[in-house]
């Protein structure tokens, strides 16, 4: 074994890699902080490369893209409210509240370090137990993942700080928003209205830009535009209400030390350990993971009112659960040959052309092949931190422009990201359309990131939902046959009487004051 | 504020009522299968939950009064030309973002780009206003390097570039 350690590291410890690994982290960064262009689409530009070149330089520059760039969506996230994919949207939350705080260098850092060091405890946790943990995964079927999806739904009522009647319809619209374009059981047409661009349903993408990034750049344009009116309403001398027309506060360029990752390492260690149990589960991908981290975090706060409105626990909690899924997501493909996200099956690609095949043999069959692959994720993990660091140092000189004065540049990079996916003007369209959607959610006090967790987890809740009833010839308590569901069963029922308890006590507290 | 909030309650529940009802069967076609909740289903139950929600809003805001009443305070000329204001800006934002997405697809990206962030800024100052229009064409090569050379993604070209 030591041999095997050894002949590993001497395939990953070279100049070569490591320049290889530099040169991905850095692309991973830039990438992935553009609104729209993710790191699976920056592995899948890099993917070709891979063919042409050994597999022990072909890994190692996925890899390196597909870490640094995991994190690097916060940077949107945080500085313009643009998320990069599902994960990110999650980190908006709290980060771009905390830039608009006159925080944002901090919160960078406070993302860079808690969700880095969530990365490493993930890597360690995958390097120790990674047959283990895939086993146990593999009693996971679509009546537990039915459950699990049901307990991130619950995790969303304790997300929006107003009414949970409004967070419900919110998630209602994007269940259905979801059910778009085909049924995902038996793949016959389900309103597509006979558009083209709609049968495989609505992306991702546009509609993540849609919600946030454009709705948020309506705010901008609408303070440029009301701050010029109510300037020439009070030159004619006409009384009007409202501030200045922009609420940011100038920057301050604080920085988040490791030493303050001690304040919150709680939040910190229970949302990497949701990261990675979500990571190692097969098909569920990172969307899911920062949403239940931060329901739960929020639940347990000593300070729960200050979530949404810049708390830094909930950026940390977020951000650690996402990265965490890293290198967890290698678990069902190193050991099951499942892979647990796209990025995961871009790398299943790269390996099997490689005739690399992983699987229930794998570890035996090629432990060389996998100590690389760990051996990889450590000098990743070390490559993207010092890359990161001075990425920020770069980027968070856009935390002291005024917001408004970025509208066009944000707008052209949100229409280049949206028209880039599938160079379709209609993604567009879409995007557009969900920003008035999101704008009008804003306005009313319904939640975007509610809206858009349903419509990410709509296709995989009906598809498990619909595959256990036919599984169990439509019988209900299917939920309470095998000891996993009945504890996903009781989670789930013990999380709505504390929600509802936590909404009554809430409404008490606010009629006797 | 409750006011609005009980008609655009009330609003969502005509949108939930027409796709329950109309939408949803015309544009579904019925497959059953045993032991399967077909494809309606889902989007109905979503739809039905959009109803029950939406109706709960507008009977709490019905019963726990005031609801008839402007929050905001009617009376208020300021507080209603601050309202005029808002709404104003909500359709000059509208537009012109429409008319830019517009312009990408029949002008082109890079002119309709150009144009837009040249009325945007036509408030600056001479010399901030030509830093931004170079920024912009900088951005441009940028973007033609990388999305056009490099990607091979052919923006959109409309009927100029």
Redesign the interface.
């Known amino acids: 074994m030591y041999a095997q350690i050894m002949e590993a590291f001497s395939l990953i410890f070279n100049v070569n890699v490591v320049l290889i690994i530099i040169g991905g982290s850095l692309l991973g960064l830039v990438v992935g902080s553009l609104p729209g262009l993710s790191g699976t689409m920056a592995i899948a530009i890099a993917l070709p490369i891979t063919f042409y070149i050994s597999p022990w330089f072909g890994i190692p520059l996925i890899l390196s893209i597909y870490k640094s760039s995991q994190w690097a969506g916060a940077v949107g996230s945080i500085l313009i409210n643009t998320p990069g994919n599902a994960a990110n949207a999650a980190i908006l939350l709290d980060g771009y509240p905390l830039r608009k705080q006159g925080h944002g260098q901090k919160a960078l850092e406070a993302s860079l370090k808690s969700g880095w060091a969530a990365d490493v405890l993930s890597d360690v946790i995958t390097i120790m137990v990674c047959q283990p943990l895939a086993a146990v995964a593999l009693y996971f079927r679509p009546p537990e993942f039915a459950l699990i999806i049901v307990t991130a739904f619950l995790m969303i009522a304790t997300m929006g700080s107003g009414s949970a009647i409004k967070t419900l319809m919110a998630a209602a619209l994007g269940l259905f928003v979801s059910t778009f374009g085909q049924d995902p059981l038996l793949g016959t047409p389900r309103l597509n209205f006979n558009i083209p661009d709609l049968y495989g349903g609505f992306n991702l993408v546009p509609l993540l830009i849609g919600v946030f990034a454009m709705s948020e750049l309506f705010t901008q344009m609408m303070d440029r535009f009301t701050g010029v009116a109510r300037a020439r309403a009070t030159q004619m001398g006409l009384d009007v209400q409202g501030g200045d027309g922009t609420d940011f506060a100038p920057e301050k360029f604080e920085h988040f030390r490791f030493r303050d990752l001690r304040h919150y390492f709680a939040v910190w260690l229970r949302s990497s350990l949701i990261g990675t149990w979500v990571g190692v589960l097969p098909g569920i991908g990172s969307g899911v993971s920062p949403w239940i981290a931060y329901g739960v975090s929020k639940a347990r706060s000593k300070k729960p009112e200050e979530y949404g409105k810049g708390s830094m626990e909930g950026l940390i909690s977020a951000q650690a659960a996402c990265n965490a899924v890293g290198g967890a997501n290698l678990v069902p493909l190193i050991a099951l040959g499942i892979p647990g996200d796209t990025t995961a099956a871009i790398l299943l690609g790269a390996l099997m052309v490689h005739g690399i095949q992983p699987g229930p043999t794998f570890i035996k069959a090629d432990p060389v092949s996998v100590y690389a692959i760990f051996a990889t994720l450590i000098v990743c993990d070390i490559v993207y931190y010092w890359a990161g660091k001075f990425f920020i140092k770069g980027v968070s000189k856009i935390s002291a422009f005024d917001n408004t004065k970025l509208v066009p540049f944000v707008l052209m990079f949100c229409v280049l990201g949206t028209y880039a996916i599938n160079t379709s003007l209609f993604d567009v369209y879409v995007m557009f359309a969900f920003g008035v959607v999101g704008y009008v959610m804003k306005k009313f006090g319904y939640s975007p990131p509610a809206f858009v967790i349903a419509f990410v987890l709509g296709y995989l809740f009906e598809m498990n939902l619909r595959q256990t009833f036919r599984l169990s010839d439509g019988r209900i308590w299917v939920f309470l046959k095998d000891p996993i569901c009945l504890v996903l069963f009781a989670l789930n029922v013990f999380l709505c009487f504390y929600f509802l308890k936590k909404t009554f006590d809430k409404k008490r507290g606010a009629q006797s004051r | 504020m409750k006011k ?2 009980t008609m ?1 309650s009330a609003l ?1 529940f005509v949108f939930a009522a027409v ?1 329950f009802f109309y ?2 069967p015309a ?3 019925s ?1 059953e ?1 045993r ?3 077909g ?1 309606e289903m ?2 109905k139950l ?2 039905a ?2 109803m029950i ?2 109706l ?2 507008v009977a ?1 805001n019905l019963f726990s009064g005031s609801s008839g009443k402007n929050d905001e305070g009617a009376g208020d ?3 209603a ?2 309202s005029n ?2 709404l ?3 359709c ?3 537009i ?3 008319f ?2 517009l312009g ?2 029949f002008v082109g ?1 890079y002119s309709s ?1 150009f144009v ?2 040249a009325v ?2 036509r ?1 600056l100052e001479r010399k901030a206003y030509a830093a931004v229009l170079v920024t ?1 064409l900088a ?1 441009f090569a940028l ?1 033609w390097f990388g ?1 056009e050379k490099l ?1 091979k ?4 070209a409309g009927l100029l570039f």
């Open positions: 609005r909030d655009f969502i796709c939408v949803i544009y579904t076609p497959v299968v032991h399967d909740l494809p889902f989007p979503t739809m939950m959009l929600c939406s709960a809003l709490i000329e300021a507080a030309r601050e204001l808002q104003a800006a909500w000059k934002s509208f012109a973002v429409l830019y997405i990408v697809s990206f780009t837009f962030t945007y800024f408030r912009n951005l973007i999305f990607m993604v052919a923006l959109p």
